[in-house]
Nanobody
Framework: VQLVETGGGLVQPGGSLRLSCAAS????????AGWARQEPGKGFEWVCG???????YCADSVEGRFTISRDNAKNTVYFEMDNLKPEDTAVYYC?????????WGKGTLVTVSS
């Protein structure tokens, strides 16, 4: 089981980024998936999740700005982040739970700065 995040980088405030989480070793679409983030020096914060039927939910802090989706044919979950703010700067991690076990990717850094 492996999750690999890509798409992080440096973006100016108000800009957009699209993160991808590619899964291998299992059928990603059979499980709930999500994104969490860790700001420098702080704890983890859950951000958004998507169910097997593609219904999605996000934290209030990002509602209306971030969108999570999945492409089961590509075994990938996407994370579209719009109107980024400096406080969105963090390492973003992809997550899934299979048979009660949490799996995490290694994370991708998103830096929002002018």
């Amino acid at each position: 089981v492996q999750l690999v995040e890509t798409g992080g980088g440096l973006v100016q405030p108000g800009g957009s980024l699209r993160l991808s989480c590619a899964a291998s070793g299992f059928t990603f679409g059979d499980y709930v998936a999500g994104w969490a983030r860790q700001e420098p020096g702080k704890g983890f914060e859950w951000v958004c999740g998507v169910y097997m039927n593609s219904s999605a939910y996000c934290a209030d802090s990002v509602e209306g700005r971030f969108t999570i989706s999945r492409d089961n044919a590509k075994n990938t979950v996407y994370f579209e982040m719009d109107n980024l703010k400096p406080e969105d700067t963090a390492v973003y991690y992809c997550n899934t739970v299979r048979y009660g076990v949490n799996y995490w990717g290694k994370g991708t850094l998103v830096t929002v700065s002018s």
